[in-house]
């Protein structure tokens, strides 16, 4: 048996619903990385292969934003993944590295916002989801507000 694969399903067993959303975007961005790499080495299966698996979780993300529970954060968020899914299309067409590399900076930042809010759960007793206020306090002062780039 694979031991990543082994790995992998270990650390979602008995995951929050936030620490699931910080799998994802950890997925998304390594995809990027090979996606990145097999650019550089000339490899248009393995990127496109990446790029559309990378897709294929950012509309997973989306599918399951909540807008009447996370408000403005579902809103912010829902912009992001569409600016993203976009950027992904272009990075995808014109084969760039750079933007590759901003969509992984851009991922990184939410990411650490997610982590917070996981962190803020797990100092809350029987918190199973994220607050939208808590999200909103943790990507306030580290989201960009143009999410394209």
């Not at 897709?55 to 829902?78: P, Y």
């Not at 992001?80 to 067409?93: D, E, P, T």
């Not at 994220?130 to 143009?146: G, K, L, T």
């Amino acid at each position: 048996m694979n031991p990543g694969l082994l790995y992998r399903e270990g650390t979602v067993e008995g995951a929050s619903p936030t620490a699931l959303i910080t799998r994802l975007y950890e997925q998304t961005i390594e995809d990027l990385r090979q996606a990145a790499k097999a650019l550089e080495q000339g490899d248009v299966e393995l990127r496109s292969s990446r790029i559309n698996h990378a897709l294929l979780i950012v509309a997973l993300l989306e599918s399951q934003l909540d807008f009447e529970a996370g408000g403005k954060v579902a809103e912010h968020l829902r912009d992001f993944y569409q600016s993203l899914r976009a950027n992904l299309i272009q990075a995808q067409l014109q084969q760039s590295g750079i933007l590759l590399a901003q969509l992984i900076t851009d991922l990184l930042t939410v990411r650490e916002a997610w982590i917070e809010v996981e962190r803020a759960e797990k100092s809350t007793p029987g918190s199973t989801h994220p607050s939208p206020s808590s999200f909103q306090e943790s990507v306030s002062n580290s989201i960009r507000r143009d999410w394209n780039g």
